[in-house]
């Protein structure tokens, strides 16, 4: 059985920052690209952050551009977002996503308050 795993959540001020991991167990294929989704307070589930198979290409909501780095470790089968310059609208679940089998994650709680 596959399972997704989140972790690093916290609560952090505004201007911090945090590394959330997608720990993936139970596949034994490799070759799979990870997206993390958060959903805000009463909002819709959004993509913050893509990465291919080999981590070559990434992609990102314009609302993070330039503050979130997505990367992945194929060995470790784990995906990581670090995020920089966190924002009171970054406050959420966010979800670690893997789309070839559409598995989700239980979801990790990043709060961004003073």
């Known amino acids: 059985q596959v399972h997704v795993v989140e972790s690093g959540g916290g609560l952090v001020p505004p201007g911090g920052s945090l590394r959330l991991s997608c720990a993936i167990s139970?596949?034994?294929?490799?070759?799979?690209?990870m997206d993390w989704y958060r959903q805000g307070p009463e909002k819709a589930r959004e993509l913050v952050a893509f990465?291919?198979?080999?981590?070559?290409?990434?992609r990102y909501a314009d609302s993070v551009k330039g503050r979130f780095i997505i990367s992945r470790d194929n060995a470790k089968k784990t995906s990581y977002l670090q995020m920089n310059s966190l924002k009171p609208e970054d406050t959420g679940v966010y979800y670690c996503?893997?789309?070839?089998?559409?598995?989700w994650g239980q979801g990790t709680q990043v709060t961004v308050s003073s």
């Open positions: 996503h893997l789309s070839v089998l559409d598995i």
């Open positions: 139970g596949l034994s294929l490799t070759n799979y690209a």
């Open positions: 990465i291919s198979v080999t981590g070559d290409r990434t």
